[in-house]
C-alpha cells in the first residue's frame, strides 16, 4: 500500500502512543481516486474516530468541531488538512487502521501540541470562513481571534516555514513510533522562560490565561 505519511509544515509524526484532544491531520500528495475533495475526507476522519474506539474504557469521546481544506501541494498535486477536536484525549492509531483498512489510505498525524483554535487558524490560513468546510454548528473562530491566540498562531507559522525550508525530501520516511513518556514532562525554569519569549507573553496574567487554555484543550505541561 501506497504510504502518504509525510512530514507536515506542522511537526513531526505522533508517536503512536501519544494522546491529544486537538489533532491535526494531513493527506499528502491525496489519491483523488479514492478521496476526491474535501467533504470525502471529512467524512472519513470524524467517522474513524467515532467508530474505531475499540476496548477503550470511555467509549463516549466523540468529535466536537473539525474544519477542512484542500490545498495545491508544492511539490505538485493536492493535499488535505483537517484540524480535530474531541470530547477527551485518545490515541490515534486505531483511527488510522480503521481509515487504511477502509479508504486503502495513510495520513499524518502531526505531533504538534496546540489548542483547537491554533489548528484551526492554521488549516484555514488566508481563507474566508464561508471557504473552509466545517462541522455543523462550528463557531466562526475568525471572529473571535484575540492578540494572544493571534501571536501564538504567528509563532507556529513561523516555524513551519523555517521547517520547510530545511525539510528532508518527501523519499524520507518519517518514524512514526516515536517514543514517549506516560506522563508528561516536567518543564523547567528555563522551559518556561523559552516558553514566554517565543509566545510574547508579558505578564503573569497572560502567562496564567495561556495556562489555563492549554489545559482546557488537554495539554497538560
Not at 91 to 102: D, E, I, L, P
Request: glycine letters at 4%; proline letters at 4%.
Amino acid at each position: 500500500m501506497e504510504n502518504n505519511a509525510v512530514e507536515s509544515d506542522f511537526g513531526q509524526a505522533l508517536g503512536e502512543r501519544q494522546t491529544r484532544r486537538v489533532y491535526l491531520i494531513t493527506y499528502s500528495q491525496a489519491d483523488l481516486g479514492k478521496i476526491a475533495n474535501c467533504q470525502a475526507f471529512a467524512d472519513c476522519i470524524p467517522e474513524a474516530f467515532s467508530q474505531s474506539q475499540g476496548n477503550q474504557k470511555d467509549n463516549t469521546n466523540h468529535p466536537e468541531h473539525w474544519s477542512c481544506c484542500m490545498e495545491e501541494h508544492r511539490d505538485g498535486g493536492k493535499h488535505y488538512h483537517l484540524a480535530i477536536k474531541l470530547s477527551a484525549p485518545r490515541r490515534w492509531k486505531a483511527v488510522k487502521n480503521y481509515v487504511s483498512k477502509k479508504h486503502g489510505i495513510a495520513f499524518h498525524f502531526s505531533d504538534q501540541s496546540c489548542g483547537y483554535h491554533v489548528a484551526y487558524k492554521y488549516v484555514c490560513k488566508n481563507k474566508s470562513f464561508t471557504d473552509v468546510l466545517h462541522s455543523p454548528g462550528h463557531p466562526n473562530l475568525q471572529e473571535i481571534g484575540s492578540p494572544k491566540t493571534k501571536r501564538a498562531f504567528t509563532q507556529f507559522s513561523d516555524n513551519a516555514k523555517k521547517r520547510r525550508i530545511s525539510a528532508p525530501t518527501n523519499n524520507e520516511k518519517i518514524k512514526e513510533n516515536l517514543p514517549s513518556s506516560s506522563k508528561p514532562k516536567k518543564l523547567t525554569n528555563i522551559d518556561v522562560s523559552e516558553f514566554i519569549v517565543a509566545n510574547d507573553i508579558r505578564s503573569d496574567s497572560e502567562l496564567m490565561v495561556v495556562a489555563k487554555t492549554r489545559h482546557s484543550e488537554g495539554e497538560k505541561d
